[in-house]
């Protein structure tokens, strides 16, 4: 199965495969907005690898989708931080548009509290605030970035914050993911016949409404995390489906285990649980330093999150770091004839000494006719990014100005931070959801939780021979 299959496709095992300037290597998870590889660079001097995510074809054959595509991971590539998932590469190859990031070797917050549940029931509350409070710095960070051109506030609003959306490395890394990808996948739910909102349970009133949100309703969907990680206890534990939508939307539940934490983070997590996001915590920086004041004598020591990752997992860290440069030592295989990759990058400072290939617009359609491509004219980017609404009717593409393109063969290498590996649950394994199971995205299970106990652009493109 090539990658963007539909939905309903089967595992990809047609491994390793080259696409575009990547060696697809692995096959992690086929879910409903598309295919999640480990791969490598196929000029890559090292065994480095990244996570790829290939989209739908039957999604990306919708301009207005695309268009969000792009704009979200435009902003994505603008984040740096150490606990969000780097974004190094957004494009497309042939018809298949893709999103590369890096590597996290290690398990979703998901998979580590339902290891925890089975292994000894309870997460100790200084790792749960060590886990909260480095999730609420990075997601400070993403709703605080300004855009390095502008200067204007990017507005990163992440939508999906849950514990499927938090990595937690081998090494005690905690990692924020799916940035870039959350808005258009909460609109591409919505369309689905009969399908709620995949992380309903974690959504604050507002979203669940479907109103406008910002920061805060990231906010209120890690409170919620936090206080599952507390009390052991789903948020909305015992609720049926329909009764979920109802409390969600309107805001103000608070579960029975609430009333059993200590005075402190009673407090702390009710404001932050506010139905009026006026009334709300303000910032998620705000927050984070409240928990750490009411736990100064409970917070984590150095290396104990990796302590407690290589006890739920013992060997996993060296078995997986074989595992996968075994893969990455495979001999790449030879680029797909004719293949071309574009790249929906920021535009970083162009000169005449380091000019930039731009397609020429006519390309596709010589291309699609078998004759021989247009010369690639070196230009100068514009600084600022192009309108992800200007769409070529002709081809089908963004304008030629936001649109950075090289032959598979001729490819140039990315600049790009060395990747950590990630890893995701392959959701095949896995149980359905059920209908009051709604905090997870629609192809994965949800995550039983304890028993109660006490960037810019790479080097410049090879010249036109």
Same mark, same amino acid.
């Given at each position: 199965?090539?990658?963007?299959?539909?939905?309903?496709?089967?595992?990809?095992?047609?491994?390793?495969?080259?696409?575009?300037? %990547? *060696?697809?290597?692995?096959?992690?998870?086929?879910?409903?907005?598309?295919?999640?590889?480990?791969?490598?660079?196929?000029?890559?001097?090292?065994?480095?690898?990244? *996570?790829?995510?290939?989209?739908?074809?039957?999604?990306?054959?919708?301009?207005?989708? *695309?268009?969000?595509?792009?704009?979200?991971?435009?902003?994505?590539?603008?984040?740096?931080?150490?606990?969000?998932?780097?974004?190094?590469?957004?494009?497309?190859?042939?018809?298949?548009?893709?999103?590369?990031?890096?590597?996290?070797?290690?398990?979703?917050?998901?998979?580590?509290?339902?290891?925890?549940?089975?292994?000894?029931?309870?997460?100790?509350?200084?790792?749960?605030?060590?886990?909260?409070?480095?999730?609420?710095?990075?997601?400070?960070?993403?709703?605080?970035?300004?855009?390095?051109?502008?200067?204007?506030?990017?507005?990163?609003?992440?939508?999906?914050?849950?514990?499927?959306?938090?990595?937690?490395?081998?090494?005690?890394?905690?990692?924020?993911?799916?940035?870039?990808?959350?808005?258009?996948?909460?609109?591409?739910?919505?369309?689905?016949?009969?399908?709620?909102?995949?992380?309903?349970?974690?959504?604050?009133?507002?979203?669940?409404?479907?109103?406008?949100?910002?920061?805060?309703?990231?906010?209120?969907?890690?409170?919620?995390?936090?206080?599952?990680?507390?009390?052991?206890?789903?948020? %909305? /534990?015992?609720?049926?489906?329909?009764?979920?939508?109802?409390?969600?939307?309107?805001?103000?539940?608070?579960?029975?285990?609430? +009333?059993?934490?200590?005075?402190?983070?009673?407090?702390?997590?009710?404001?932050?649980?506010?139905?009026?996001?006026?009334?709300?915590?303000?910032?998620?920086?705000?927050?984070?330093?409240?928990?750490?004041?009411?736990?100064?004598?409970?917070?984590?020591?150095?290396?104990?999150?990796?302590?407690?990752?290589?006890?739920?997992?013992?060997?996993?860290?060296?078995?997986?770091?074989?595992?996968?440069?075994?893969?990455?030592?495979?001999?790449?295989?030879?680029?797909?004839?004719?293949?071309?990759? *574009?790249?929906?990058?920021?535009?970083?400072?162009?000169?005449?000494?380091?000019?930039?290939?731009?397609?020429?617009?006519?390309?596709?359609?010589?291309?699609?006719?078998?004759?021989?491509?247009?010369?690639?004219?070196?230009? +100068?980017?514009?600084?600022?990014?192009?309108?992800?609404?200007?769409?070529?009717?002709?081809?089908?593409?963004?304008?030629?100005?936001?649109?950075?393109?090289?032959?598979? +063969?001729?490819?140039?290498?990315?600049?790009?931070?060395?990747?950590?590996?990630?890893?995701?649950?392959?959701?095949?394994?896995?149980?359905?959801?059920?209908?009051?199971?709604?905090?997870?995205?629609?192809?994965?299970?949800?995550?039983?939780?304890?028993?109660? /106990?006490?960037?810019?652009?790479?080097?410049?493109?090879?010249?036109?021979?």
């Amino acid at each position: 199965m090539p990658p963007g299959g539909s939905a309903n496709d089967a595992v990809d095992t047609d491994l390793p495969r080259r696409f575009g300037d %990547y *060696v697809l290597l692995e096959h992690l998870a086929h879910g409903g907005r598309g295919d999640v590889y480990v791969a490598r660079r196929a000029d890559a001097t090292d065994r480095s690898t990244a *996570v790829v995510k290939c989209l739908r074809a039957d999604l990306t054959a919708d301009k207005s989708y *695309v268009n969000r595509f792009v704009a979200e991971a435009r902003t994505a590539v603008q984040l740096h931080h150490p606990n969000i998932t780097a974004v190094v590469d957004v494009g497309r190859v042939d018809a298949t548009y893709y999103l590369a990031f890096e590597h996290v070797l290690g398990r979703s917050l998901r998979e580590v509290t339902e290891r925890t549940a089975a292994d000894r029931g309870a997460v100790p509350v200084p790792v749960v605030i060590e886990i909260v409070g480095t999730l609420l710095d990075a997601l400070d960070h993403a709703h605080r970035r300004r855009s390095a051109l502008t200067g204007e506030a990017l507005g990163f609003v992440h939508r999906e914050v849950s514990p499927a959306s938090v990595m937690i490395s081998y090494e005690g890394d905690v990692k924020l993911t799916d940035v870039g990808l959350a808005r258009s996948a909460l609109e591409l739910e919505m369309t689905l016949p009969g399908a709620a909102p995949g992380r309903l349970t974690y959504q604050a009133p507002e979203q669940a409404r479907g109103d406008a949100v910002d920061v805060r309703a990231d906010l209120f969907s890690a409170a919620v995390l936090c206080y599952e990680l507390l009390s052991g206890e789903r948020f %909305y /534990a015992g609720q049926a489906a329909e009764a979920i939508w109802r409390l969600a939307s309107a805001g103000g539940y608070r579960p029975a285990a609430f +009333a059993r934490l200590p005075q402190g983070l009673r407090a702390i997590l009710g404001r932050a649980l506010e139905a009026d996001p006026a009334r709300r915590t303000a910032s998620c920086d705000e927050l984070r330093r409240a928990l750490r004041e009411d736990q100064r004598n409970a917070l984590a020591r150095p290396g104990e999150l990796k302590a407690f990752m290589s006890s739920l997992y013992p060997g996993a860290a060296a078995a997986s770091r074989r595992h996968f440069d075994a893969l990455a030592r495979a001999r790449p295989p030879s680029a797909a004839r004719g293949a071309e990759t *574009v790249r929906f990058v920021p535009a970083g400072p162009t000169s005449a000494d380091a000019p930039t290939q731009v397609r020429d617009p006519s390309d596709a359609r010589r291309v699609a006719t078998g004759a021989p491509p247009a010369p690639t004219v070196p230009v +100068a980017v514009p600084r600022a990014f192009g309108s992800t609404d200007d769409v070529d009717d002709a081809t089908g593409e963004l304008s030629p100005a936001t649109l950075v393109v090289a032959r598979a +063969a001729e490819a140039p290498p990315l600049a790009a931070r060395p990747p950590a590996p990630h890893q995701e649950p392959d959701p095949a394994t896995e149980p359905e959801l059920e209908a009051a199971d709604l905090d997870d995205d629609l192809q994965g299970p949800t995550w039983p939780l304890r028993r109660p /106990a006490p960037a810019h652009l790479g080097k410049p493109p090879t010249k036109q021979r």
